[in-house]
């Protein structure tokens, strides 16, 4: 069964930083591209960054660019995402998705496999 897990949320204050991880399980997506998206209630899931097969390509939403972090390792099957500079509105449950290609997309519909979320909480 193919899992995708991720930990590393919490509460952190404005300003703090959190490194997330996201362990999979069943399969290897050492081939796969992977990303980040993160949801708060009442709105769309919204992408945050992603990273190619080999970590050689990255992307990055707008509101998260020069703060946040995606990398992977590919020798352990997981794909973290480094956030400093936390702000308020970074509030959501983030999730790990696995895409069914190589490249990276931003779009959620290009990735098969996704995480149950982890919790991430900026007071201000």
């Known amino acids: 069964q193919v899992q995708l897990v991720e930990s590393g949320g919490g509460l952190v204050q404005a300003g703090g930083s959190l490194r997330l991880s996201c362990a999979a399980s069943?399969?290897?997506?050492?081939?796969?591209?992977m990303g980040w998206f993160r949801q708060t209630p009442g709105k769309e899931r919204e992408f945050v960054a992603t990273?190619?097969?080999?970590?050689?390509?990255?992307s990055y939403a707008d509101s998260v660019r020069g703060r946040f972090t995606i990398s992977r390792d590919n020798a352990k099957n997981t794909v973290y995402l480094q956030m400093n500079s936390l702000k308020p509105e970074d509030t959501a449950v983030y999730y790990c998705?696995?895409?069914?290609?190589?490249?990276?997309?931003?779009?959620?519909?290009?990735?098969?496999?996704w995480g149950q979320g982890t919790s991430v909480t900026v007071s201000s």
């Open positions: 998705a696995a895409a069914r290609t190589s490249l990276p997309f931003a779009i959620p519909t290009s990735y098969d496999y």
């Open positions: 069943g399969r290897t997506f050492s081939n796969n591209a």
């Open positions: 990273i190619s097969w080999s970590g050689g390509t990255t």
